[in-house]
């Protein structure tokens, strides 16, 4: 399996996704600080990935602190918060982690549990938190299998595989499973323009795994379509607001429409942690703006005229009608989504996050 992050001794140990495919290797993170400019840096990413990193962020920010009375704690754990939730505004995964640390961190503070205990807890949990990641990837998987075609293209976008995950992936996690039942599938993963994911990191992963698989600029799935060789898009999420809209990676939401006109299905995979039921609709989910230069430059070059104004929004919003399904672990939720994912919250025995970014 893709290592793509693990805890250590020493410290959090992340595969270096910019250095992706070129070159595997890894950077340790051994305080909080570090582990955030991991995030923001983008040397790990993707939302089930950066859900678990701040949570180990807390945990390690926890573990080495030198603090010896639980109020000194308190506010240093404030600050670790505060610092890691300040690295990227878009995936909810990354605020849910950090909460669930912290929730932790607080109720044992609060018992006044001693600290060498509240230490081993907190790293327990994120421990925990990232078999959990794998497990719900596993059960998404199983889950989503059966609507991936018996045998065909499927399209994907950004990389919602292994690498944005702590091994086998959301949306690449359904593939992978449907693969595994006997169904007969090549992929088909946009570049994803301009921090090609998919043309770096979806493609390496796949063909690791010896799935066949073509890249395509961002452009060309129309035509493609049109030609009646993709018979279903699937895609990760980076939020998932209470009515179904969802944040996935710039791009999402134009193959979402082209999808629709030409009748193929188009499925988002995410852990249920993936959903923000504190959100009403995707309208208000933050968009990360992303430095001019992943336009401006290509492998360090500049490609446009100097000075020439830019828009780097890293996120668009596919709004829920043109969602054919929404496969997490918990099930596959269908439209009228508002109303489905109420009933799949209240069923939970774990809180979607409520209100905390
Ligand atoms: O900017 P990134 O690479 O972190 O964006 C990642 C995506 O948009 C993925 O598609 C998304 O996180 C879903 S996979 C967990």
Request: glycine share 8%; aromatic share 6%; with cysteine.
């Amino acid at each position: 399996m893709i290592p793509t992050l693990e805890w250590l001794p020493e410290g959090v140990n992340f595969l270096d996704q910019t250095k992706l495919p070129l070159e595997e290797t890894y950077v340790l993170a051994t305080d909080y600080k570090q582990v955030a400019s991991v995030i923001r840096d983008m040397i790990t990413r993707g939302a089930m990935a950066i859900g678990v990193s701040g949570a180990m962020g807390v945990a390690i920010g926890i573990h080495r602190s030198t603090a010896t009375s639980i109020p000194a704690l308190n506010q240093e754990v404030a600050e670790i918060s505060a610092h890691l939730a300040a690295t990227r505004p878009t995936a909810v995964n990354l605020f849910w982690g950090i909460d669930r640390v912290r929730t932790l961190y607080n109720s044992l503070a609060a018992g006044n549990t001693p600290i060498p205990e509240i230490k081993a807890a907190v790293v327990a949990l994120a421990r925990e938190m990232y078999d959990e990641d794998i497990a719900n990837c596993r059960q998404l998987g199983a889950n989503g299998a059966s609507l991936m075609p018996q045998k065909g293209t499927v399209l994907t976008h950004c990389n919602a595989g292994a690498l944005a995950a702590c091994g086998y992936g959301s949306a690449l996690g359904v593939i992978r499973a449907a693969i595994e039942r006997g169904h007969q599938i090549d992929v088909f993963a946009d570049e994803t323009r301009p921090y090609l994911q998919g043309a770096r990191l979806t493609a390496w992963e796949l063909m690791k795994d010896n799935i066949p698989t073509t890249v395509l600029c961002d452009n060309m799935s129309a035509h493609l379509m049109k030609q009646g060789r993709i018979q279903a898009v699937i895609v990760g999420a980076d939020r998932i607001a209470a009515n179904g809209d969802t944040a996935n990676k710039i791009g999402t939401y134009a193959v979402s429409i082209l999808a629709k006109e030409h009748r193929i299905p188009f499925y988002v995979a995410a852990p249920w942690a993936t959903l923000d039921l504190a959100t009403s609709h995707g309208d208000k989910i933050p968009i990360e703006q992303r430095d001019p230069r992943e336009l401006t430059h290509l492998n360090g070059r500049q490609i446009t005229p100097h000075g020439v104004a830019i828009e780097n929004p890293a996120f668009d919003v596919t709004p829920a009608k043109y969602i054919t399904a929404i496969i997490t672990e918990r099930g596959v939720l269908r439209a009228p989504f508002t109303e489905s994912i109420a009933a799949m919250a209240s069923q939970s025995q774990i809180p979607a996050l409520a209100g905390v970014s």
